[in-house]
């Protein structure tokens, strides 16, 4: 049973008696299905839940509106146009919480996309399972399940810039970024340095703002990481492709 049950209604418009026929009945059915357990229901849209009216479709009568509305009270919505902040909001709730076991509905078209900004930004402390969203896009479904279900290098590519950028826009966590060097080894030797445990942007109460160890049994995710390592050799003057690590934990050589 998830702990936490995440709708994904990013591109959903309400342009159809059957997706809004659909949205009522899913919502309707997480507190049923799940309500022993799940301790967070949340929805993800780009922005507010839009509903459009058009003359040539079928409308939707003022009780299945409201009907709609209180069931949407019944989850937190969570809205931003950037997938890598929208999931990333999400996945600071979820660590708030404590909770590992998550159920996704997604629309078919959007579960390739949705793993792969998960695939980053969330280690294999969690547990995600996948529920089809069964909806239609304006103008039909345009591409056949196979192809739904696939993604390019190109996506791959803009996923994995568009979680950099948004990491790079965070702000430093318990203070700012402090590196201490010693007067015995020369800057000629080599570039040296012990850092604190302020000034990255990890935010899980067991680790150090500043965490520089990935693991996949943590909840901190390598992109993570990677940013606080990109803001440390930033700050240090050395390439981070070249950095290496040893036992005692807070250094730094290069």
């Known amino acids: ?28 059915a997480v507190p049923h299905h799940h309500a022993a357990k799940t301790k967070f229901r949340c929805i993800m849209c780009c922005s507010n839940i839009s509903c459009e009216r058009n003359s040539d479709r079928d409308s939707y009568d003022l009780e299945t509106s ?5 069931l949407l009270r019944e989850f937190e919505t969570v809205s931003n146009p950037s997938m890598a902040a929208l999931l990333y909001t999400i996945k600071q709730k979820i660590d708030e919480k404590n909770l590992s076991s998550i159920k996704v509905i997604v629309p078919m078209h ?15 402390v969690y547990n995600f399972e996948f529920e089809d969203l069964q909806v239609t ?16 290098t190109q996506e791959l590519e803009a996923i994995q810039n568009e979680i950099e950028t948004y990491l790079r826009s965070l702000p430093a966590l318990k203070g700012e970024l402090t590196i201490i060097t010693s007067p015995l080894i020369s800057a000629d030797i080599f570039i040296h340095g012990f850092t604190t ?24 995710p390598k992109v993570v990481v990677q940013e606080n390592l990109r803001r440390l050799g930033s700050a240090a003057g050395f390439n981070v492709k070249k ?3 040893i036992k005692v934990k807070l250094c730094f050589i290069f």
């Open 66 to 70: 409201n009907g709609l509305s209180a």
């Open 137 to 152: 896009l304006r103008g039909g479904l345009l591409k056949q399940s196979t192809e739904i279900n696939m993604i390019t």
């Open 243 to 245: 950095f290496y690590r």
């Open 110 to 124: 959007r579960k390739a996309l949705m793993k792969a900004f998960i695939d980053r930004l969330f280690t294999d």
């Open 1 to 28: 049973m998830a702990e936490a049950v995440l709708i994904d209604l990013f591109d959903l418009t309400l342009n159809s008696q059957k997706n809004f026929q659909t949205l009522l009945k899913t919502l309707n």
């Open 197 to 220: 445990r302020t000034g990255g942007i990890s935010y899980i109460p067991t680790l150090s703002s500043f965490n520089l160890f990935s693991s996949s049994k943590r909840r901190d």
